[in-house]
Structure formats: structure tokens, C-alpha cells
């Protein structure tokens, strides 16, 4: 499909231009139209879909404010979504039938053996995460390492490349690398699908848009960049179940920047929040690492999971070869 029709098929979806809407009353002083917001679930399951991460839809919804059609052709020039996405989007929020590419791959996920064990499962209830081991091929995370040396311009081979990074591609850790071939066919695993549907109790899932991460060792010139322990959530909303990944590209030791977390943390989160000595929106990471931080060491093409209500953070990489990893997550579709 080319880009005016992509660009058409979007302009019409009821829930963008609500979007849109919220953004041109909030900039504009003319504009005194009262609208209901959209549900942050459902606005993030969209442009999910669309494959554009949440920061990008932010920006992208108040850098066009101003025009409507501007916003469209922003999405389809960065995101190019396909028709399957499209249509699945009218399915979302509209109305439309579900596409057939994606209930085939729902059944397929469904009719997968588990990937989980027992074991892991029991892990996850005992500790809130787990361990997804070759959720995608060698292939698979040789490709992403490609893109995002290329994204970043640096060579594995050549460690003087590894600090001088342009701020605008990285901020701390980040790496604001979302749109690539070789980053959608590692959000695209079924085995990783599989995973989240039995954590989730649901096949009918949306994978996240999200960038990856580039974490060098430490030099005298050169320190951990963070972020360290942390939460990314609305404590002043209710909270409920949620989850959280990182696709490992090379093999990472602990000592390597490893993803770092407070294993069992998510059952003692409520009754912590009661007595909280300081306001968890700014954590104290001294404080959460005294609660029994871990860095969780993993293979390359593994993807670790963990509930959302573990702290969590990067760690300082005091061994030879960076940290990369893809951030992958899961939610529910929600239901319109």
C-alpha cells in the first residue's frame, strides 16, 4: 500500500483524531471542545500497533497539533505501518472484524507447547521474574547488534567507538533506535509471545514499540550513565499486574551492566507504599539496592521478564564488552 493510502486509511480511524483532538485543544486557545480523553491502555495499545513508542507518539501528537493531516503523514512516514496493522487497528477501535494474520498467529501461540515451565513459573510467583531462554535466534540478536552499530555508528571491534555517541541517538542508556526490520522480527517471536500469554492468561496480546539499550564498560573518563533502580509507575493510580522485559543481544554477565532487580519486591510493594519513607515517584536507589538488589546475568537471545512492581534499573559495566539489549514488553488488548 503506498503512503497516501496508508495515510488515508489512517485519517479516518475515530480514535487517532481523538487523540489528535486532545492535543490541538490543549495547544490551541481558540479551541474550547471538550473531549474524553483517551484511555492510556488503549492509546498505547495503538500506537503499539502502529510501531511507534510511546515518546514518539507524544511528540509526533503535539509537534502537529496544529494540523491533522500533518500528524497522519508523520506516523506513516516514521512507523510505515502495514495494511494488517491498519486493519487491526479499525478491529481495535472501530469496530472492524479481526484481520485474519493476526487470529492465525493466535492460534498459532495458543497451540504452542508452553515455554514456560513449571519451574519458571514458580520462579516468577516466588520472585516476580523470569527467564525466557533463546526466546530468539542467534540470528536474531546478530541483526539487531548490526542496527543498532549502524544507528549509533560504532564497531564492537573498535572500543574507542563506544563513547562518542551523538546525545541526540542516546540518552543515558537509551537508545532511541525503534524503527527496524531486524528489531520487529525479534518482537515478532512466537516463543516470546508464548511466554507472555502465560504470564498474562491471554494470547490476545500487543507487543511494545520500544527502543534498545547501549551500556559500555566503565573508564576513568567514562561512568554508568544509569538509569539505576527504579519504577516506571503512576503511584498516584491504582496499580494492578503488569510486566516488563529486556531481550539480552550478547551474552551479558552480571558485572556487565546487567539488568539489576529486587527479586520478591512485587508481593511486599502495597504494604511497603503504607509506611514508604520517601516519595516512590523519586526513589532512593541506595535505599532499594539495601532491599536485596540482584543483576540477573544472561544469554544472548534470552529475554528476562519480570513484574512491574520490581525496582529495576541498569547497573555499571565493569567487564570488557557492552550491555546491548532490545526492551520488549506485552500487554492485553483492551477491549473497546
Known amino acids: 500500500m503506498c503512503q497516501a493510502n496508508l495515510a488515508q486509511s489512517l485519517y479516518s480511524l475515530s480514535t487517532l483524531k481523538k487523540i489528535w483532538t486532545e492535543a490541538n485543544r490543549a495547544c490551541t486557545s481558540g479551541n474550547k471542545l471538550q473531549v474524553e480523553p483517551v484511555d492510556f491502555k488503549l492509546y498505547k495499545t495503538i500506537f503499539d500497533t502502529l510501531g511507534l513508542s510511546q515518546l514518539q507518539a507524544y511528540q509526533l501528537q503535539f509537534q502537529y497539533a496544529h494540523d491533522y493531516d500533518s500528524f497522519i503523514d508523520a506516523i506513516v512516514t516514521i512507523a510505515q505501518p502495514s495494511s494488517d496493522k491498519i486493519a487491526l487497528l ?49 540470528t536474531g540478536c546478530t541483526n539487531a547488534i548490526n542496527a543498532i552499530q549502524d544507528y549509533l555508528e560504532i564497531a564492537l571491534a573498535e572500543p574507542h567507538t563506544w563513547y562518542n555517541v551523538s546525545p541526540e541517538k542516546i540518552n543515558n542508556s537509551m537508545v532511541h533506535l525503534v524503527q527496524h526490520s531486524a528489531l520487529e522480527a525479534n518482537r515478532n517471536s512466537l516463543r516470546i509471545h508464548k511466554a507472555f500469554s502465560q504470564l498474562w492468561y491471554s494470547e490476545r496480546l500487543m507487543v511494545s514499540a520500544d527502543q534498545c539499550g547501549f551500556n559500555p564498560p566503565e573508564t576513568e573518563t567514562f561512568s554508568f550513565q544509569g538509569p539505576d533502580l527504579h519504577w516506571d509507575l503512576d503511584f498516584s493510580k491504582q496499580l494492578s499486574f503488569g510486566t516488563q522485559g529486556i531481550l539480552y543481544l550478547l551474552d551479558t554477565e552480571a558485572d556487565q551492566g546487567a539488568t539489576t532487580i529486587v527479586p520478591g519486591f512485587h508481593a511486599k510493594l502495597d504494604s511497603w507504599l503504607t509506611t514508604a519513607p520517601w516519595d516512590p515517584h523519586a526513589p532512593d536507589p541506595n535505599y532499594l539496592h539495601q532491599l536485596g538488589s540482584k543483576p540477573i546475568a544472561g544469554k544472548a537471545g534470552d529475554l528476562l521478564i519480570w513484574h512491574h512492581f520490581l525496582p529495576h534499573g541498569g547497573s555499571p559495566n565493569r567487564a570488557g564488552l557492552p550491555r546491548i539489549v532490545q526492551y520488549i514488553n506485552m500487554n492485553p488488548i483492551p477491549q473497546v
Open 90 to 138: 479499525r478491529h481495535l477501535t472501530d469496530h472492524f472484524p479481526c484481520p485474519e494474520s493476526y487470529q492465525e498467529k493466535v492460534n498459532r501461540v495458543r497451540n504452542m507447547p508452553d515455554v514456560l515451565t513449571a519451574e519458571d513459573l514458580q520462579c516468577w510467583r516466588d520472585n516476580g521474574y523470569v527467564i525466557v531462554r533463546n526466546a530468539v535466534s542467534e
